[in-house]
């Protein structure tokens, strides 16, 4: 097989068909044996059923991972890349956002550059508000301070991968799963291909802004360990200040005979150091907390069945 392309889809019962049909379309005059591998994660719309049928009545290869409940995105890559048979796997939305043409270009480049083991889309322009493209940036460069491995601004996880750099990517089996970091974990050398991103053709985003952001500190948490120092830094940072007080006051009292300004003073450095102390416990409860989820090696996801339409049963 050549090629799988991996499609999470989360109630996008008005793009299934639209969907196939496309890649049908993009495919009809090229050579590539495809197989297209539908993740349903726990939709609560028709999204399964539109499955069924296409799997029953298409002639193309289709592969169903029918997820128990919503897993997120993340898990159903994972799913996917797990389940793809394709030397060459491309994960792709199921929204038409990003064309299936866009795939072939991909190919071509992976067949004609053996240095590349992966293809990365990145929208070189982004059409969004820009408060959120404000969000996103200020989110780039934190983490890539913050991080050993480089995050590539405007990359998408639209992209086409070899199967080495898939293995690798399997290999690789924690709970949390950032994509974003663990593509650039894993190394090997990306080729960068700008595309356009469309509207979405049915149903709607699935992120706001609430969830970007935890996404956003999820990435941080997940492939950085500076903010744990963070309060190392900051609290020899206070104790050196309040030494350099404490001189002053002592100063100010023996030979000025300042009278020291007294609960003012108290209240305003107990009130820093209780944020200070609460805000660096927090930050070691939310590593501690993905520490305590990953030992539990909980399996990424749960598949209810697996359907696959060219054989009686999956491989
Ligand atoms: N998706 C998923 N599980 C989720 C959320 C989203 O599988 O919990 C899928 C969704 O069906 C789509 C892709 O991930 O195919 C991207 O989601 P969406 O279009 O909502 O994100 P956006 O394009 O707005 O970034
Ligand atoms: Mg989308």
Known sequence: MKLSLVVPCYNEAGNIDLFAETVAQTFQDTVYEYEIVFINDGSKDKTMAKLRHLAQTSSQNIKIINFSRNFGKEAGIYAGLQKAEGDYVAIIDADLQQDPRYVLKMIQILDNHEEYDSVVAYQETRKESSFLTFFKNT?????????????????????????TMIDAILELKE?????????????????????????????????????????????????????????????????????????????????????????????????????????????????????????KKRPVYIAREIINNKKDNDK
Do not use: H
């Open 175 to 295: 709970y949390y799963r950032f994509s974003k970091g663990i593509f650039s974990w894993v190394g090997f050398n990306n080729y960068y291909m700008p595309y356009e991103i469309k509207a979405r053709a049915s149903g709607q985003s699935k992120w706001s802004f609430w969830k970007l952001f935890k996404y956003a500190m999820e990435g941080i948490v997940s492939f950085s360990t500076v903010p744990l120092r963070l309060a190392t830094i900051i609290g020899i940072f206070v104790s050196l200040l309040s030494l350099i007080y404490l001189i002053v006051v002592i100063f100010q009292k023996i030979f000025f005979a300042i009278e020291i300004p007294g609960y003012a003073t108290i209240v305003t450095l107990i009130l820093l150091i209780g944020g200070i102390q609460l805000l660096c416990i927090g930050i070691i409860g939310e590593y501690l907390a993905r520490t305590y989820v990953e030992t």
């Open 139 to 163: 989110f780039y460069r934190l983490i890539n301070k913050m991080s050993d491995i480089e995050f590539v601004q405007g990359a998408s996880d639209f992209r086409l991968l070899r199967r």
